[in-house]
């Protein structure tokens, strides 16, 4: 197939890495274009409060992902709304073809791959067929449909004990369902949690399966330190289960031009460079000890200013 347009940059994701290296990119005068499936703002856009960027506040997470890409597309970034299902390079002539769903094939001299990540699935017998229905990956989004109702939170991390925060707004109660006999969440999350009445913690324990006929209906648990198994009956519809065990990276586009991590992340240098000249990889989908908004930004200030060095146009 002809490539229907050309650039010198394609920026695959519009979360907080895509959106900092789409900036970036304009203000290189870098001629490009960045590429988003869903809403602005990826991850950070279904949270409801974040308040550990520097100089916002207690921001929502989709009005900070909706300020950054009014900034780029006011410095005169380019956008288009379509899911990427892969990407090529040529040797040859160094050029990389991004092929979109919609727009068909984009050929570029530089690619960023800031895909960031995707719920990780909890596991459990129910949990596709419910999804949706009663299993939710998202407190902003779903929280609202279970006000008065009883919500369990899987997960021990510091996005579940968050989540879980959150999700007291609208549910009667909310149960934390732990692994392991302890949660991992940073001290000041830690605190809140114990503080908030409406929140309970069951730990050594895992949710083997969920039944029920259009809403769930019953629960089963296991403890994990004894593998004892309990059943529990609820009436259909008066519970959510809300699952926050940890992002798979979507670096699934990009396979074997780049070295993967164990858990599958983008191994890249500090400049955000892959073992494929031309090709750079920014935010949650890279292999690195934190990720946060702030990271992913940083990630993508970064990355692009390497693509315009590559491109023999240093960034300003
Ligand atoms: C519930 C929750 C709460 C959080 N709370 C905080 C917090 O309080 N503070 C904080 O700093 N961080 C928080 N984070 C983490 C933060 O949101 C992420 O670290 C950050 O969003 C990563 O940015 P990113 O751009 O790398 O990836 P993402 O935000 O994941 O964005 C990636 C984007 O790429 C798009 N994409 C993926 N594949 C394709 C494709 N094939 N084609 C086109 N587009 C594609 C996705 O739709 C998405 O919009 C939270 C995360 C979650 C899930």
Redesign the pocket.
Known sequence: MAAAQAHDLVI????????TASIYATRALLDSVT?????????????D?????PGSPNIN?AELGMSMQGQAEALGSEFVY????GVSFDQGDGTFLVT?EEEGEIACKAVIL??????RRAGFEGEERFSGHGVSY???CDGMFYMGKEVFVIGGGN?AC??ALFLTRFASSVTLIVRKDHVRAVASVAEKIEAEPKISIRYNTRIVSIDGDELPSSIVFEDTSTGQVLSESYSEGSFGIFV?VG?VP?SG?VGSLVELADDGTVITDERMATKTPGLFC?????DKPL???????S??AIAATSAAQYLGRPAV
């Not at 379509?82 to 299902?85: G, L, N, R």
């Not at 800031?114 to 719920?119: F, H, L, N, Q, R």
């Not at 920014?282 to 890279?286: E, H, N, P, Q, S």
């Open positions: 695959i994701g519009g979360g907080p890495a895509g959106l590429v988003e499936q869903g809403a602005f703002g990826g991850q950070a856009a279904i949270t409060v974040i308040d550990n960027y997470g379509d899911d990427v299902s979109c800031a895909t960031g990540g995707s719920p998202c407190a902003t996005t968050e989540e926050f992002r979507g586009l920014a935010g949650d989908v890279r990720r946060q908004v702030i990271t992913a930004a990630d993508g």
